[in-house]
């Protein structure tokens, strides 16, 4: 191999080097070319997170392979955001990425497709009132003396219990982070207190 071609290659693996590796760099600093824009922007991050998970997840109508959970970097831009699973009614919404910046999706909630059922019959109770959770996952329903958990997601019913107070004179505290439902009831002595699992419907009597 002739000097002359010797520096031949070398120069032109030189000005390979000179224009990837910059475009490199900047790809795994996390920029990109908005083609929209017509110019180079930091990408920004879009986390997406539903109930139940696995969900597909669809940008302006184009399927990616990921699913939820997921955390996307992606240039800045509205987004026209679609998350679905089989059997479930879809998510749909508009979001902004802006860049340098993450935007968060985490309470989407999937509702289970299925024919309406009537839960309880409520006419004639003597008194009833529902709460439901802050994720909108569980739903408790009070009818008289009558206490029912619902996983809304799943579409089920978890728990059916009897309790001796009616819904006026007890306290509840709804805490999907730690799976359970607290129920404190009034009694002529010490009040009683009873946790029930969501996730199974296990019901725990505590002592007072």
Do not use: C
């Not at 000179?18 to 920004?44: F, K």
């Not at 679609?82 to 309470?107: C, I, P, Q």
């Not at 989407?108 to 439901?132: C, D």
């Not at 959770?133 to 009818?143: K, T």
């Amino acid at each position: 191999m002739t000097r002359t071609t010797r520096a031949v290659i070398f120069y032109t693996f030189l000005a390979l080097f000179l224009v990837v590796a910059p475009t490199v760099l900047l790809y795994t600093s996390g920029y990109r070319y908005n083609l929209r824009r017509g110019r180079i922007e930091q990408v920004g991050g879009l986390v997406l997170k539903s109930m139940p998970r696995d969900a597909l997840v669809t940008l302006n109508g184009k399927t990616l392979g990921a699913r939820t959970p997921t955390n996307l970097k992606l240039a800045p831009n509205e987004y026209e955001v679609e998350v679905r699973r089989d059997g479930y009614h879809s998510w749909t919404k508009t979001l902004l990425v802006e860049s340098r910046a993450t935007t968060f999706a985490e309470d989407i909630v999937l509702w289970k497709e299925s024919v309406p059922v009537m839960l309880h019959a409520l006419e004639g109770s003597p008194s009833y009132r529902t709460i439901l959770s802050p994720d909108l996952r569980f739903a408790v329903l009070f009818a008289g003396k009558e206490l029912s958990v619902f996983d809304l997601a799943r579409g089920t019913e978890v728990q059916r219990a009897t309790i001796d107070q009616s819904p006026d004179v007890i306290t509840t505290s709804l805490s999907p982070a730690l799976g359970s439902l607290l129920i404190k009831e009034k009694t002529a002595n010490l009040p009683r207190w009873t946790v029930i699992r969501l996730e199974n419907g296990e019901r725990i009597n505590l002592a007072s």
